[in-house]
């Protein structure tokens, strides 16, 4: 085990303690172990997995009243109709909507997408939660195939 000494204001310090309690950690060291894992595992998520297949789950609050975002949101689901899975909208209130996308194809493409979808404007609350897949096995795709050759 090799010692590492870090130094954060005050504030932060607190907010430290308050997520240690809040989690159940025995201690301030085992908490950030964890936070590093965490950080190091998005790392490793967007680096060498650029050519590989991804899912993800994008999840954001908009106003549905808002001039043309709800169907600027929709025109950019129809452009990239090959990524998305589906869509479920939840409505709130009078204005505002929730809405979850999932996404299925290149990691990178569904990586960019996302971040597409979260930074437009008047978007609000926007998550991401991305993961990479290795497809080694054939895709069910191509077994689907099959159903269509004549004399199958």
Known sequence: MRRITISVDEELAQQFDHLIERHGYENRSEAFRDLLRARIEE?????PYKALHGVATVTYIYNFNQRDLAARLA???HDHHDLCVSATRVILDHN???????LRGKFHEVDAFSKVLIAQNGVRHGSVHLVPLQLNTPSHASHHHHHFL???
């Not at 790392?43 to 680096?47: D, L, P, T, Y």
């Open 150 to 152: 004549p004399g199958s």
């Open 96 to 102: 505002d909507c929730l809405e979850t996308v999932i």
């Open 43 to 47: 790392e490793r998520k967007v680096s």
């Open 75 to 77: 025109a950019l689901q």
